[in-house]
């Protein structure tokens, strides 16, 4: 079964940057759209950011859009989450999804058809 498995997440302090990173089990993925979530202490899990299977298109939240960037490495399976200037609010547990469809993924979480496990992200204020 394919997995996806992310890394990166750790504490930090507001301003400060951190990089996550999700790798897929399969090479399959690299034909997949793939991004981001994120759900902070109890809170719902809400959309940050999602890229095209070929690298060429992304989006992104408005809480996010200007200071994270999504971006992918075929040849390596993995897509990546470049996160700067963080805020204690962008404290929370971050997940990678993969889906054959790249539209909509803040209205389809539901139907995305893999998910990671998750990495904390904790910002210190």
């Known amino acids: 079964q394919v997995q996806l498995v992310e890394s990166g997440g750790g504490l930090v302090q507001a301003g400060d940057s951190l990089r996550l990173s999700c790798t897929a089990s399969e090479r399959t993925f690299r034909t997949y759209a793939m991004g981001w979530f994120r759900q902070a202490p109890g809170k719902e899990r809400e959309f940050v950011a999602a890229?095209?299977?070929?690298?060429?298109?992304?989006y992104y939240s408005d809480s996010v859009k200007d200071r994270f960037t999504i971006s992918r490495d075929n040849a390596k399976n993995t897509v990546y989450l470049q996160m700067s200037s963080l805020k204690p609010e962008d404290t929370a547990v971050y997940y990678c999804a993969a889906d054959n469809n790249f539209g909509s993924w803040s209205s389809r979480e539901g139907d995305l058809e893999v998910w990671g496990q998750g990495t904390l992200v904790t910002v210190s204020s």
């Open positions: 890229i095209r299977w070929s690298g060429t298109s992304t």
